[in-house]
């Protein structure tokens, strides 16, 4: 009775935390180690599985901690191979909350896409998530359990390969708004006895928080991808209101500190493409003015459209030509394939979306999600 109450999820705590715990259980520091491997390497969450741990601490251990990831609400299969699994993400006002992680497979390489809080605050003007306001960070635990829990679905190829070998902090909300709890997941992600992920596969995306950059400069090495989204002051404070706070000037001075202090070899900054908006022959003078010279890839996105939304997608044609002129002149920029479209499994416009209504058990209750199907 009561113990459940009480129980550390081991599922992110850092390896340095992991090691106070199992210390603290009066067990020697090099079983932090023995559990990490377990839990990250084998993605076992039982502890009477763990054979090489004694009898005694792993019932000492089943006793007070625990493996705990967020639970599935749902989960979808794209005709093209993306999967998206809906997780709850606990009540806000009565309402049941979800966020997503979408598993995006490619040739050579698997991408999970996670979440880092329940909605975002920031409200960018052409995004579902922010659409949907702002409910609360996600614990290390929630961020972490993600990757934990597809690596566990999806398991490893034929030669013993993982599934999923990059993770990007794309989903819904701000990584950087929530830079307490984001950090010791990035750390979880790359450290050998964790994920074991090399900084290059692990990716945050942000909107341009600047003094969270700098902190991120000195704490971590992750790549990262900025959502630039616009040329001009003007236009970007429309689209990315945070922008009214860090002007472009500001976030790239911040970008290539970031380059300089952990030795990066480029940011990929996010433009997505809204048709007679951001899509015209100036904007792509002036985002070359910007970015000739540096360490910068481009990622055109084609925009998702959501209800409620003005915007629409630029044409394919419009597309094209902004990539080529980019690339026409030394600014390296791709676009970015939309995957999982049949599930809504793009990545910057996860859950929120409010056209349908998918029943939920949870515990006793049935609940109304409203979350698309
Ligand atoms: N908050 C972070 C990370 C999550 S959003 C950020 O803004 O970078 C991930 C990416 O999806 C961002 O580049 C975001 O601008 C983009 N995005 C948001 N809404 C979108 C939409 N409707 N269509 C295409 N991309 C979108
Ligand atoms: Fe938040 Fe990113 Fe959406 Fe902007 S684009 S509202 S920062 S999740």
């Known amino acids: 009775m009561g113990e459940t109450a009480v129980r550390t999820n081991l599922l992110g705590l850092t390896p340095a935390e992991l090691e106070v715990f199992v210390v603290s259980l009066g ?90 809080q329940v909605g975002c605050a920031l409200d960018c003007s052409f995004c579902s998530t922010g659409a949907q306001g702002f409910n609360r960070n996600l614990e290390t635990w929630e961020i972490v359990g993600q990757v934990w829990l597809a690596s566990r679905i999806l398991g490893v190829g034929p030669l013993g390969e993982r599934a999923i070998t990059n993770v990007v902090l794309m989903g819904m909300g701000e990584p950087l708004a929530n830079y307490k709890n984001v950090l010791p997941a990035l750390q979880l992600f790359m450290a050998d006895h964790g994920f074991d992920i090399s900084r290059r596969r692990v990716t945050l995306s942000t909107s341009g928080l600047v003094p969270q950059l700098y902190r991120l400069a000195q704490d ?69 003015a910007l970015l000739k010279g540096r360490d910068a890839k481009v990622n055109l996105i084609p925009f998702n459209p959501f209800p409620g939304s003005d915007y629409k997608r630029s044409p394919a044609a419009v597309i094209a030509w902004f990539r080529d002129y980019l690339n026409g002149h030394d600014v390296t920029a791709t676009v970015r394939r939309t995957r999982g479209d049949d599930i809504d499994a793009a990545c910057g416009q996860l859950a929120g979306r409010v056209h349908d209504r998918t029943t939920v058990r949870l515990g006793s209750k049935v609940i109304q999600l409203a979350v698309e199907a």
């Open 27 to 116: 067990e020697k520091p090099f079983r932090a180690r023995q559990l990490l491997t377990w839990i990250y390497k084998r993605w076992v969450g039982d502890f009477e599985q763990m054979t090489d741990l004694g009898k005694e601490f792993r019932r000492r251990l089943a006793a007070v901690a625990e493996i705990r990831t967020p639970e599935i609400a749902s989960e979808h299969t794209s005709g093209d191979g993306t999967r998206k699994w809906l997780l709850k993400a606990g009540e806000y006002s009565g309402r049941a909350q979800a966020i997503e992680a979408v598993f995006i497979p490619e040739v050579g390489r698997g991408t999970l896409c996670i979440s880092s």
């Open 220 to 288: 971590t090495n992750v790549a990262l991808a900025v959502s630039l989204h616009a040329p001009t002051d003007a236009l970007r404070d429309t689209l990315v209101p945070i922008n009214r706070r860090h002007p472009i000037q500001e976030l790239l001075a911040a970008c290539w500190h970031y380059l300089e202090a952990q030795n990066g070899r480029s940011i990929t900054f996010e433009y997505v493409l809204l048709d007679g908006v951001n899509d015209q022959p100036e904007h792509a003078r002036q985002l070359v």
